[in-house]
């Protein structure tokens, strides 16, 4: 037998080591002392139980056929309906991909009857519906529409939705007024607001057509959501204009603000999108990750480090990021549907045609394709099993293919499982270890689940929880 070719040694302290399987997110710590720190052979003892948890295989063959089984039987799993209520946008912010694509010429806003229709054509086909997000251009364009959505599908399919059911506005926030956020609280609908840190940060980007920023409204806007008691969440996206003041943005953010959690976006867009032209994206990627793992630890709750630690520590694996790969819908105004939203603009992604077997063969499939499980060129990554591949369309923008990878996400995610490993050793084992208690340790999924809730990332009530549960899944070798 020989070690998994998904097995990595990762040292969290000078002699002690932990053995990660990037496929199952098992672990094992080790003490490893007489000069066996390239870990080339092992005990007796150590063997057997590390083959007893799947360190060892007989071969590859096992593991490749259960990859392969994900490969063929997971691309049904629709979940997750995008609104574009309106394509109409009263910003003008310099890194929007819609921006980008001339899609901000736009004028079209959905209609209660077409979103009706696109409601029952998701609830029809979802296997396990999840959620409902409203997007844009600028949803709250169209209020009476939003609500008007909500209202029919807790009347029409509350036999199909549950507890756990999202409904999801992701706003800039300019546009609400106390009657319309204390309506949207009523009915549950998280609110997502997108600010790129204080005043001049977040102005540096995010303006109105004529020039002027939009920081004085974001925040008014947001205190009224807050006001009338919504769940308010934050998107900030990392670029130019704020990777290199993340402290004075998060701290901002943390102690100014408290939103509900903090989605933190890695730049989208090809290498001339004014958010990455021109970046060293190693040295970008490096201060990203140290900083959000910073503060992450600090008590801000970064929902894109806690649920991918929540992977890693509950053994679950991600095969998709993103629920375009295979659980999504989005459905424009005009009718037309897709997969991403953020391919709206580009009339390629986009069809009139609504069949199940087009999503299934010639969409959905395809991006579900770009796994990491699938490519060959990520298997020996630490991050392989918890990654999902990111933004597909940011693959095809930058490489021009669905599956091209994004050195800033590759070194996120490495240094996302790096850190957890090593937190959790500090946290759970060290002090047995320097007692000589054992030489190996295994830990228990109850053990890890304690580690989660220290970490504090077992919140339940967030947004976008049709996003962060796609396409999780648990590997039994």
Sequence with gaps: MTLSKYVHAIQVEKNIYCLYNSLTSKKAYLNISGGNKKLEFFDHQTVQLLKKHRFFVQDYRHEQRLIDFLKKERHHDLSQLYLIVSEVCNFRCEYCRQYCHGSHQGSSIMSFATAKQMIDYFFRQATRPQGVVFYGGEPMVSPDVILKCVEYIKLKYKNKINKNFDFTLITNGTLVNDKWAKALAKHGVYIIISLDGPGPIHNYFRKYADGNGTFTDVLRGYKIYKRNKCLVGISCTIGQHNYNKLDRTLTYIKNQLKPINIGMNLPH????????????????????????????????????????????????????????????????????????????????????????????????????????????????????????????????????????RDVIRCVLMEDIVSWGLKSFYQFSLRQRFINKRFNIFIPSISMQDKFLSAMGAKKEKLPLRSSAKYGINKLSL
Excluded at 283 to 288: G, N
Excluded at 368 to 383: E, V
Excluded at 385 to 396: A, K, S, T, V, Y
Aim: proline share 3%; hydrophobic share 40%; with cysteine.
């Design 269 to 404: 867009g090809d290498d001339v999108n004014a958010l990455i032209k021109g970046a060293d994206k190693n040295h970008l990627a490096r201060i990203i990750a140290q900083k959000l793992l910073y503060y992450n630890s600090h008590g801000l709750y970064i929902e894109h480090i806690m649920r991918k630690l929540n992977l890693v520590f509950k053994e679950e694996i991600k095969i998709n990021d993103c629920p375009a790969c295979g659980g999504r819908i989005v459905a424009l105004p005009d009718k037309r549907v897709g997969v991403c939203e953020g391919a709206i603009g580009m009339d390629s992604f986009f069809d009139l045609e609504f069949s199940t077997n087009h999503f299934k063969r010639n969409i959905r499939k395809k991006w579900f394709l770009t796994s990491p499980l699938f490519n060959n060129k990520c298997r020996s990554c630490l991050a392989l099993g918890i990654c999902g591949g990111g933004c597909p369309l940011d693959g095809f923008l930058k490489k021009g293919k669905l599956d091209g």
